[in-house]
């Protein structure tokens, strides 16, 4: 169906935006290698990286996003937005004329804008993908105006005004993360009989999630009931020293941390407890993976939209939310350990986080596509 058709995908600023588009390309690319495929970013986030290394044409508009803030500085570069703004929609025109695009999908970020909203008003067919329970302000603008909104959490439904009804496609989960076998796996990590608990704070290391998983693992490694695997990030080197202040043997077969975990299909797969942030991504893995979860969402992203992904798991009882103002290393151990003595409810929580799980998404996203062409 989308054979010698034109797709254009506009989507930056975070890999939360553009992996999933990254991942919708590559099934039209796999099924119709015809068919001609464009994005559209910005020149100075990692989309300008990221999708020529894909392998995918890319042009850059000069657009920035305002700021929440009433300081000097904040109000300079919002003016700055405003001026980059009267110009967009001549450089997005010009985009459009060369390329003669079938369709154009959005995945968020303020640079999906002016895309989709000069596309719409080309009558050129639209959609747009939100990842969170709680839409972005640039995807909820475009809601009213595209032909499809397309939903990784029907939660976020209640807080758009679509033109027409979204559709649940959920977001793009990488298939070694489905095709892993947790017996093998944990095999491979050299685990026995007991749980494993799998934490991080992301990939730069957030400070208080360190410290708290850092106390939680002082106050339970020695009671022998669990491995532990950490992540402490980029920022987060003095995590294993503070470990050993604490009376941590990092040598005992029970005790893993590291940097990163650049093997998560592996993990994640012979985890029995995750303890992470709350964005789309890492969400949508504990999902399919079929986790029990305790998540501490981001209080520092735009929309408080972690805790918004975090409370539909807890709702549908897959995981237990913390709030970060209320972590501490007492109350994540406490927590912890409550889980690890009660099989029967790990078991319910991964059983409820498993029946939330969309599989297929990147099935839905390509068939969202063709029927827009």
Same mark, same amino acid.
């Given at each position: 169906m989308l054979d010698n058709k034109r797709v254009l995908f506009a989507a930056g600023g975070t890999a939360g935006h553009i992996n999933p588009a990254l991942s919708a390309a590559g099934l039209v690319r796999h099924l119709h290698p015809g068919a001609k495929i464009l994005f559209v970013g910005t020149d100075d986030h990692m989309e300008a990286k990221l999708v020529p290394q894909a392998g995918?044409?890319?042009?850059?508009?000069?657009?920035?996003?305002?700021?929440?803030?009433?300081?000097?500085?904040?109000?300079?570069?919002?003016?700055?937005?405003i001026q980059k703004l009267m110009k967009v929609s001549g450089q997005v025109g010009r985009i459009l004329d060369e390329f003669r695009p079938?369709?154009?999908?959005?995945?968020?970020?303020?640079?999906?804008?002016?895309?989709?909203?000069?596309?719409?008003?080309?009558?050129?067919?639209?959609?747009i993908h939100e990842q969170n329970a709680f839409p972005g302000?640039?995807?909820?603008?475009?809601?009213?105006?595209?032909?499809?909104?397309?939903?990784?959490?029907?939660a976020a439904k209640e807080r758009m005004r679509c033109k027409n009804e979204p559709v649940h496609t959920g977001l793009p989960i990488r298939?070694?993360?489905?095709?892993?076998?947790?017996?093998?796996?944990r095999w491979e990590l050299n685990l026995d009989g007991r749980p494993m608990v799998l934490s991080t704070g992301g990939s730069?290391?957030?400070?208080?999630?360190?410290?708290?998983?850092?106390?939680?693992?002082a106050l339970l490694w020695n009671k022998n009931a669990a491995h532990f695997h950490h992540a402490y990030g980029q920022y987060g080197a003095w995590a294993p020293e503070l470990l050993r202040e604490r009376g941590v043997n990092l040598d005992a077969p029970e005790i893993t941390i590291r940097e990163y975990i650049d093997d998560m299909a592996?993990? $994640?797969?012979?985890?029995?407890?995750?303890?992470?942030?709350?964005? =789309?991504? +890492? *969400?949508? @893995?504990? %999902? !399919?993976?079929?986790?029990?979860?305790?998540?501490?969402?981001?209080?520092?992203?735009?929309?408080?939209?972690?805790?918004?992904?975090?409370?539909?798991?807890?709702?549908?009882?897959?995981?237990? $939310?913390?709030e970060e103002k209320d972590l501490t290393p007492?109350?994540? =151990?406490? +927590? *912890?350990? @409550?889980? %690890? !003595?009660?099989?029967?409810?790990?078991?319910?929580?991964?059983g409820a986080a498993k029946a939330m799980a969309v599989t297929d998404a990147n099935e839905r996203i390509y068939e969202v596509i063709c029927g827009l062409v």
């Amino acid at each position: 169906m989308l054979d010698n058709k034109r797709v254009l995908f506009a989507a930056g600023g975070t890999a939360g935006h553009i992996n999933p588009a990254l991942s919708a390309a590559g099934l039209v690319r796999h099924l119709h290698p015809g068919a001609k495929i464009l994005f559209v970013g910005t020149d100075d986030h990692m989309e300008a990286k990221l999708v020529p290394q894909a392998g995918y044409d890319f042009r850059a508009i000069d657009i920035s996003g305002f700021q929440r803030s009433f300081s000097a500085q904040s109000i300079k570069r919002n003016l700055r937005t405003i001026q980059k703004l009267m110009k967009v929609s001549g450089q997005v025109g010009r985009i459009l004329d060369e390329f003669r695009p079938d369709a154009v999908v959005g995945f968020g970020g303020y640079v999906s804008g002016p895309v989709l909203r000069t596309a719409a008003k080309r009558g050129i067919p639209t959609a747009i993908h939100e990842q969170n329970a709680f839409p972005g302000i640039t995807n909820k603008a475009l809601a009213s105006r595209v032909d499809t909104v397309m939903l990784t959490d029907m939660a976020a439904k209640e807080r758009m005004r679509c033109k027409n009804e979204p559709v649940h496609t959920g977001l793009p989960i990488r298939r070694e993360l489905l095709e892993a076998d947790p017996v093998l796996c944990r095999w491979e990590l050299n685990l026995d009989g007991r749980p494993m608990v799998l934490s991080t704070g992301g990939s730069l290391g957030a400070r208080a999630m360190n410290e708290a998983v850092v106390g939680m693992i002082a106050l339970l490694w020695n009671k022998n009931a669990a491995h532990f695997h950490h992540a402490y990030g980029q920022y987060g080197a003095w995590a294993p020293e503070l470990l050993r202040e604490r009376g941590v043997n990092l040598d005992a077969p029970e005790i893993t941390i590291r940097e990163y975990i650049d093997d998560m299909a592996r993990c $994640l797969s012979a985890a029995d407890l995750v303890i992470g942030r709350a964005g =789309a991504s +890492t *969400v949508n @893995e504990i %999902l !399919a993976m079929g986790k029990a979860s305790i998540l501490v969402p981001s209080p520092n992203v735009a929309e408080n939209h972690q805790y918004y992904n975090a409370r539909t798991l807890e709702e549908a009882g897959a995981a237990i $939310l913390i709030e970060e103002k209320d972590l501490t290393p007492e109350l994540l =151990a406490k +927590t *912890v350990e @409550e889980l %690890l !003595a009660d099989d029967n409810r790990r078991a319910r929580m991964a059983g409820a986080a498993k029946a939330m799980a969309v599989t297929d998404a990147n099935e839905r996203i390509y068939e969202v596509i063709c029927g827009l062409v």
